[in-house]
């Protein structure tokens, strides 16, 4: 193949995205250069966050441009290589975004070893999602064996893990989510001890009864008025870990809600956002845990698997309707072992 197809930002969305606002392309293929290897893709990672860099406003990370090429989490086979530490047939993983090849430099990519676990793993519980998971949850939150854990976005790749080692801590967990399914899969595969449909039940109700002695950590995948109902019930020293507000992220105007700064100082919590950039230093220690956790049947995981390169902006799309359980990807290509 002597073209790369790439998807680039078309224009920055207002509102809810649709396909419009992303452009497919070819370009000729990319040339590694010293100490670079030219990856060939097999999966993408999409994720909720890559809504907020669509935008331009202020943030955490720097906001795509429009005309380039939609950064995120990928898979790939090593296909050219000048670098003798990574050689071809090497499965790597790195965040070159949604293109079928990229060169990359090889300080920038991760090797996978995939007698150790199917190498999706390595975008999904073995990767950022289970990083995430692990120090938002053990760092912040801290839970402590007896305590009443409560997950929203609780039947996404990050929240199923989340209330997995809540569960490995002693706690009692509570999931939010957004679908019969998905309860059913929280409570009857992961162990949840109680799950909430908040599509279809009153949220503040069925938490009241579900967390009858409060909530002490709040693990906060989405914001908007299921945290306000959750944040009404924390108890004295309560940890609140914030890793998404997903409800808000398609938002146009500014949101307004709940003042929460009263329920945190008299119920002194701690309400924090992290982000996972912040720990790469202990990102063998998490992944040696995390491995573990997994081999041993403790944390087990759900990807949902697109098709297809072209499927790519439709499976992004899918996160805000709710479509997935767990770790969502896009297939591109053949090439695993």
Known sequence: MSMNERIILAKRPEGLPDESVFTFEEQPLPEPKDREVLVKTLYLS????????????????????????????AIGRVVESSDPQCRVGDYVTGNWGWQRYAAVSTSKLRKINPELAPVTTALGVLGMTGLTAYFGLLDIGQPQSGETVVVSGAAGAVGMVVGQIAKIKGARVVG??????????????????????????????ALAEACPDGVDVYFDNVGGD????????????????????????????????????????????????????????????????????????KIQYVENIVEGFEKTPEAFLGLFSGENL????????EGEA
């Open 226 to 297: 299921v945290s306000d109902a959750v944040l009404r019930l924390i108890n004295k020293n309560a940890r609140i870990p914030i890793c998404g507000q997903i409800a808000l992220y398609n938002l146009e105007k500014p949101d307004t809600g709940p003042r929460t700064q009263s329920l945190l100082l008299t119920n002194t919590a701690l309400m924090k956002g992290f982000l996972i950039g912040d720990y790469t230093e202990r990102y063998n220690e998490a992944l040696h845990e995390l491995a573990e956790w997994v081999r041993d049947g």
């Open 326 to 333: 767990g770790k969502q990807l896009v297939k591109v290509s």
């Open 46 to 73: 999409v994720d909720p966050y890559m809504r907020g860099r669509m935008s331009d406003a202020k943030s955490y990370a720097k906001p795509y441009d429009v005309g380039q090429v939609i950064g995120g989490g």
């Open 176 to 205: 939010i989510a957004g679908s019969d399914e998905k309860i059913k899969y929280l409570v009857e595969e992961l162990g949840f001890d109680k799950a909430i449909n908040y599509k279809t039940e009153d949220v503040a109700l």
